[in-house]
């Protein structure tokens, strides 16, 4: 009996695309090859590929989602997204796939595609009765931009809308910042956010669901020198640390994971997702929800997995396996 086929779906569209393929690699790694027959399938502008652990090329068919290994086609079973931003975290992939059949294990079309968005997911938390940060939402034909970010007020953060790894977002102190802000957040994404700026501890916690319950993970504080957690705090600079689990008082411990386990079940989400905070001292304010979140070596999910007695290769097989109990 052969085993099932699973996809790893890395690459992407965006600046991620980097972080994409370690988070794949990683992924892989974990799957138990006694269980599972994976195979990687990379995703680009120029097309879409298949290659084997080892990276040897194998012929694939985008339109069956199956590849043919000299047995004839073999159709994919599942499908497993370690694609940061567009298409796997933004629901395009998603829907491809309910449309071919196969299930995956990130949340569906919807939830994806909502949660893509930061400002269409603060504006349905704040709907919803959580406290986030005052915010605008930014296209390029809009009069008054600058007057738009003014009224958020100082300091804010100017960010493109629908991006990842802090990519193309700036904190803006004065009047004079702005535009070189917006221009900045404007090519990575043609919708903006400004969001006024919540000044304290920066939190993440990881969520997980592998037995129908949403299950928080141990939370992590992000302690930087940078102005904001950019790309280069989150992969190159050697003084950022990631406390896991964060010093915090129970009481704060609880509220974030709580907090976080209640967003993952209210939209709808799957799989492994972060939702980030900041706690002001007297007040969290959840910052957005991370649905394909990082899972390389720099990464914060693994490590929360590793403290929390899950671990990476029972968090993966577990999702794996679920995964394929449900209909794509």
Request: a negative charge.
């Amino acid at each position: 009996m052969p085993l099932p086929l699973i996809a790893v779906v890395r690459g992407g569209y965006t600046g991620e695309s980097v972080i994409s393929m370690q988070s794949a690699s990683r992924m892989l790694a974990a799957i138990d090859r006694a269980r599972f027959d994976p195979l990687f399938v990379s995703i680009s502008r120029s097309g879409w590929s298949c290659e084997t652990p080892e990276e040897a090329p194998v012929a694939f068919d985008r339109g069956a989602f199956s590849v043919d290994r000299g047995q004839g086609p073999e159709r994919f079973a599942g499908a497993m997204i370690a694609i940061h931003g567009s298409p796997g975290e933004d629901g395009l992939l998603q829907g491809y796939l309910d449309l071919v059949g196969v299930p995956y294990q990130t949340g569906g079309v919807l939830c994806m595609a909502l949660t893509m968005s930061k400002h269409g997911t603060t504006a349905l938390l704040r709907q919803l009765g959580f406290d986030v940060a005052p915010s605008a939402m930014l296209m390029p034909h809009m009069p008054d931009l600058h007057a738009r970010v003014a009224a958020i007020g100082f300091p804010c953060f100017v960010k493109p809308d629908r991006s990842g790894s802090s990519l193309g977002i700036s904190k803006v102190k004065s009047a004079a910042d702005v535009q070189a802000a917006l221009d900045k957040a404007f090519a990575e994404c043609t919708t903006v956010m400004a969001e006024a700026g919540a000044t304290g501890r920066e939190l993440t916690c990881g969520v997980i669901d592998l037995g129908g319950t949403a299950r928080a993970l141990p939370v992590c504080e992000i302690v930087h020198s940078k102005e904001f957690f950019d790309y280069e705090a989150k992969y190159h600079a050697s003084d950022t640390q990631e406390l896991v689990p964060a010093p915090l008082h129970d009481d704060v411990t609880r509220l974030v994971q709580e907090r976080s386990a209640a967003i993952y079940t209210l939209l709808e989400c799957r799989g492994m997702v972060r939702v980030d905070h900041i706690w002001t001292g007297d007040r969290l304010v959840t910052i957005e929800v991370n649905t394909t979140p990082g899972f390389s070596g720099a990464s914060i999910f693994p490590k929360m997995l590793e403290v929390s007695g899950i671990g990476v290769a029972a968090a993966v097989n577990g999702l794996v396996q679920q995964m394929l109990q449900r209909i794509g």
